[in-house]
């Protein structure tokens, strides 16, 4: 994982179940729990304001944290999922796991594509169309990736970049084992309309040569 790993700091919270979650709430806080590492799970609360700030910032769930609880040790984790308010959706809860650095565990990894400007397809005004912006890795707990990246040069139109023709950070496999489409290079809708035009025009023209070599055969 490139660079330190950040830290996400969190206070310990005194009670549990719905009551408790509420009043954490009800105090600026978003409760959740820390689990696994063959310890027992640990209540917390983070404040509202600075969750929300990291998960506008993005890649919440794909980054490891250090997370920091006044008097536990600091312990490596990793976010398992951030329950939402349905009507606002704002942050109600969220649980993190405990990870060891050398744990394997699957993530969706954001996907950055480079060099549009040497994708020859896209000059001639072809599209980019992405299928996967984010690819799912078998990954290192201590060297997760921040991104994968797909380099456009020499695309033209309707080639296809797969996951075999990514060079993905060392340590890490795709979970899904066949190679698959991550974006591709489609013609742009008015040469596609033409190219279908033309191509109808000429079996038409197919057609009437047949019809007009019936009537002369029939004669």
Do not use: Y
């Not at 023709?165 to 698959?180: M, Q």
């Not at 809708?189 to 002369?216: F, K, N, P, R, W």
Request: net charge negative.
């Amino acid at each position: 994982m490139a660079g330190e790993i950040p830290d996400l700091e969190a206070l310990e919270r005194t009670g549990t179940g719905k009551g408790a979650a509420r009043q954490a709430r009800r105090d600026g806080m978003v409760p959740g729990i820390v689990f696994g590492g063959d310890k027992d799970p640990l209540p917390i609360q983070i404040p509202f304001n600075e969750l929300l700030k990291r998960l506008k910032a993005g890649r919440f769930k794909s980054t490891l944290w250090n997370l920091k609880v006044e008097g536990h040790e600091d312990v490596r984790v990793i976010c398992r999922d951030v329950q939402r308010d349905v009507v606002k959706d704002l942050p109600t809860h969220l649980d993190l796991m405990r990870l060891r650095r050398t744990t394997k565990i699957a993530l969706f990894i954001p996907v950055e594509f480079i060099n549009e400007d040497a994708a020859p397809g896209i000059k001639k005004g072809g599209v980019l169309t992405v299928v996967r912006p984010e690819v799912e890795l078998l990954c290192t707990a201590g060297e997760i990736p921040e991104k994968i990246t797909v380099d456009l040069t020499g695309m033209e139109i309707n080639d296809v970049a797969t996951i075999s023709s990514v060079d993905l950070p060392g340590g890490t496999k795709p979970t899904i084992d066949r190679d698959f489409v991550i974006a591709n290079v489609s013609a742009p809708t008015g040469l596609s309309t033409s190219e279908d035009e033309e191509g109808e025009e000429e079996e038409v023209a197919a057609d009437e040569v047949e019809v007009v070599g019936q009537e002369e055969a029939e004669e």
